[in-house]
């Protein structure tokens, strides 16, 4: 038998590899959908490639690649039978066949075992042989199984429960002795006894004094004073403050010097004041509390709708995603785009030909993760009923909710969220981000990965037109530019409750001198209308360059809708940053209204009582004492020396080499050298460089101030030189320059990021850019590209429409701030509200509108 499978694998042995360091094995998640060794199919793993396949799409991997070898993982799961002998051990095969495979938390480890199995599957005739076989197999074989057997998972890494693991219990938990001191930690306003430091403080678990932590390296920490503590008391377990949640907290142990647990720790805490078991049933789920935990435990009620018992749904569209650790963000962004249709039909409705087309690693591939995604939450096969309702209805009725989460699995976005974050220098760590900030790089990406093809992110898309407006001569200047989403300002000055909060504000000052409990938090009422209004109204434009007096002076601008966007996308503006520089929340509530009608935001442009700016630019700021008004040359212009030498060293005329680092804006020496490329059959190319005089600025109009220069649609010819002689065509250059303000970097990466198309749609096209957060905010209007009002606004990439709106979906936060807390989002489908709580689905009871963070609204038909 033995010589038998030997003489069976032998064609196969090229292809069969053992991982190397660096090599990831995909072998707890299918390249193409969420399937896994526990689901019914199993996984299949590439002795190849290392990926990871479902039975239904194993065989797509078969006939594209040719590998024929593959192992197949399937773990089962069984519920533990009532009244089987304690300390059983769960029958395996193997105990080291999936030793780094992760377990599936769904399941209580108490209530459940697993019995794992591998088999080696041959493609096409799908032969088995059962694992381990050393006796049987060719030593190559024998070893590159067991070394993908035993690898670690590609994802695991990146979790941080798979640091929890190495934490171990402290000596010190069982016989800790706690000081009957009558010490109460209160819930908020912790400072350190020794001196006033608010962060990074830790909770001494013997006589309960509240101190600072040691400094790090990156600046964050305290002045030592719990290390010192302990130095003095030999006190050795201490909890972090702003760690403590339901689940647990971060304990230290001086005299161990390492991080350990505390099995007791909710004995320990409640000695102090601090009732764990108050928290669990107060913030389901155990996220994340915050220092200020009175007014964020009510948002943390309100918005989850907690104590209320909803009804969980299952099916197409109703699927959550689990939380990997803070990643609460993406999941409620994606629930949320992967409501539009628009993206639906994108990447769901064209799934079998992205599959098909996917590159040898989809992993890697955009299109086929979206496409991934969007099925898993869009086609019901991970929203299944449990089996036995009647039985979930009779337990829901006795209140255990929890065996009733337990059916609701939902999909785990390990891949999707590597993509996505890759080269990300926040998106790609375990940290809790900015959903808004996921939302536009989310965008960003699909601009990117749509070029050529329907771009779903145009649903998104608007034009606005700015207004800048000289104070002095009243003359005004109209511009348009792309945008994605508004900002709304919360202006707390129109609270409507104004006086309510100025006594709470009064109150805390108080209490935080006298050391007293701070007062019940009041939270700001602000009207949808003020914030309306405040978005409309004028703003000061610093550093105003008035065309028309030709010197800087006092401008205003005003922003409005050139064009109305299919979906509209509105985020309030909670969020400040504090003298720390940390992102901070206002507490605040907006009354949102259900319909929105903007239409009287419309932009008119320009009117016949108004005199627009000439079209001059600024004139060029040269050094003092360069100027020869007996010439018609500057003798001196800003020019990067080093680069000149460069370029001589290389052969070329002294004075070419100047032209061209001048002319290429000190840009370093390749830039200057594809000028001198692009230029060096001219008959001036080595004349020395002249720039006009002040006089000669602008030749074709006597009323032009001296040193400026007209302006017109078209990039600078020298621009278009330079990427020209790279072997760009022109219409494609032009088109770069115009989307990118004439930045030849910018313009360069825009080239590469948007592929050339046909040039009559390229002439169509209006202005790609990519999404930004300037986000037609008064105070952030100052977007990386500008539109030409004369531009044609029909292109096919602004889907123009009337201005009424309805709300569709929200996403709501909880927390002091962006770097912390926790999101869901309430979305509309068939008539009624759901709430997606991480992998929980449910129907809303009460959808807390005036608190959410992003809402999105569709736009009404104009019958």
């Not at 381990?132 to 695991?156: G, Q, R």
């Not at 001219?682 to 074709?700: K, N, V």
Request: aromatic share 10%; with cysteine; hydrophobic share 35%.
């Amino acid at each position: 038998m033995a010589a038998d499978l030997g003489e069976l694998l032998v064609p196969y042995m090229p292809t069969i590899r053992v991982p190397r360091t660096g090599d990831r094995v995909f072998k707890s998640e299918c390249a193409f959908s969420y399937d896994s060794p526990e689901s019914e199919g199993g996984l299949y793993v590439c002795m190849n490639t290392f990926l990871g396949f479902g039975r239904e799409h194993v065989e797509r991997h078969y006939r594209k690649t040719g590998q024929s070898v593959y192992i197949h993982l399937k773990r089962h799961v069984k519920e533990k039978a009532t009244g089987a002998a304690g300390g059983a051990i769960p029958r395996r095969r193997n105990g080291k066949v999936f030793l780094d495979l992760e377990l599936n938390r769904d399941f209580n480890g108490e209530d459940y075992e697993y019995e794992d199995e591998a088999k080696l599957i041959i493609f096409p005739d799908h032969y088995e042989i059962p694992l381990p076989n050393i006796e049987e197999l060719p030593a190559l074989v024998t070893i590159a199984c067991d070394a993908v057997l035993n690898a670690p998972s590609a994802y695991k890494k990146q979790e941080p429960e798979s640091w929890e693991e190495e934490i171990q219990v402290s000596r010190h938990a069982r016989s800790l002795r706690q000081q009957d001191n009558g010490v109460r930690i209160p819930p908020s306003g912790w400072k350190c006894q020794k001196c006033e430091m608010r962060e990074n403080l830790w909770l001494n678990l013997t006589d309960g004094a509240v101190l600072c932590g040691k400094w790090f390296f990156d600046g964050s920490g305290g002045n030592g004073h719990a290390l010192d503590h302990y130095r003095q008391t030999n006190f050795p377990l201490a909890v972090k403050l702003d760690t403590i949640t339901p689940d647990g907290a971060d304990v230290y142990s001086f005299e161990e010097e390492e991080a350990v647990l505390d099995p007791h720790i909710s004995e320990h805490l409640s000695h102090f004041g601090i009732d764990m078991l108050q928290m669990q049933q107060r913030m389901e789920n155990g996220h994340h509390t915050d220092n200020n935990a009175r007014p964020r435990v009510s948002e943390w009620e309100v918005i989850q709708e907690s104590g209320m018992k909803l009804k969980v749904v299952y099916g197409s569209g109703y699927t959550g995603m689990k939380n990997l650790g803070n990643s609460c963000y993406l999941g409620t962004v994606m629930q949320v785009l992967f409501s539009i249709p628009e993206f639906q039909r994108m990447y769901v409705g064209n799934l079998q030909r992205i599959y098909d087309y996917s590159p040898l690693d989809p992993t890697q591939d955009f299109a086929t993760q979206m496409a991934k995604l969007g099925h898993g939450l869009l086609s019901g096969q991970y929203s299944k009923p449990p089996v036995k309702c009647e039985l979930i209805e009779q337990v829901m009725k006795e209140e255990y909710k929890v065996l009733n989460w337990q059916q609701q699995k939902g999909i785990s976005p390990r891949m999707f969220k590597a993509l996505v974050s890759k080269g990300h220098p926040e998106f790609c760590s375990n940290r809790q981000q900015d959903a808004h900030e996921l939302l536009l790089h989310v965008i960003n990406l699909v601009e990117r990965n749509s070029a050529g093809s329907e771009n779903p992110s145009d649903v998104f898309r608007f034009l606005v037109e700015e207004r800048v407006q000289c104070c002095q001569t009243r003359r005004v200047r109209y511009t348009q530019r792309v945008d994605y989403l508004i900002q709304l300002p919360a202006p707390i000055e129109a609270a409507t409750n104004r006086e309510e909060l100025l006594a709470y504000e009064a109150k805390r000052r108080d209490a935080e001198e006298n050391l007293r409990p701070p007062p019940e938090p009041v939270r700001a009422r602000i009207p949808f209308t003020a914030c309306l209004q405040a978005f409309t109204e004028p703003e000061n434009v610093p550093d105003f360059w008035s065309s028309a007096l030709q010197a800087k002076s006092a401008g205003v601008k005003t922003s409005r809708f050139a064009s109305f966007p299919e979906y509209l996308i509105m985020q309030v503006k909670k969020f400040t940053f504090g003298v720390d520089w940390v992102p901070k929340k206002l507490d605040l509530a907006i009354d949102v209204p259900d319909f929105l009608d903007l239409n009287r935001l419309r932009a008119t442009g320009l009117q016949a009582s108004e005199e627009e700016l000439p079209d001059l630019s600024p004139p060029i700021v040269l050094p003092e004492d360069t100027r020869d008004n007996s010439m018609s040359s500057i003798d001196s212009p800003e020019i990067d020396e080093a680069s000149v030498m460069q370029l001589a060293e290389m052969g070329f005329p002294l004075e070419a080499c100047r032209k061209a680092v001048y002319y290429t804006g000190n840009m370093g020496p390749e830039m200057a050298f594809n000028w001198i490329i692009a230029h060096m059959e001219e008959p001036d190319f080595a004349e020395p460089l002249t720039l006009p005089s002040m006089m000669d600025a602008a030749p074709s109009s006597s009323d032009l101030p001296m040193g400026a220069t007209p302006l017109d649609n078209s990039p600078p010819e020298e621009s278009i030189a330079i990427l020209t002689s790279m072997g760009f065509p022109r219409s494609h250059t032009i088109q770069a320059l115009r989307a990118t303000n004439n930045n030849l970097e910018r313009a360069l990466d825009w080239i590469f990021t948007h592929p050339e198309q046909e040039e009559s749609d390229a002439m169509s096209d209006m202005a790609d850019t990519e999404p930004n957060d300037n986000a037609f905010s008064n105070t952030n209007s100052h977007s990386d590209s500008t539109l030409s009002p004369d531009r044609d606004a029909s292109g096919p990439r602004i889907k123009d429409g009337p201005g009424r709106y309805e709300l569709f979906a929200f996403i709501s936060h909880m927390g002091a701030s962006t770097m912390s807390g926790h999101y869901v989002c309430h979305i509309k489908k068939e008539g009624r509200w759901v709430i997606y709580n991480d992998h929980k689905v449910c129907l809303s009871e009460r959808p807390p509108k005036d608190l959410g963070y992003i809402y999105f609204y569709h736009r009404l038909s104009s019958s």
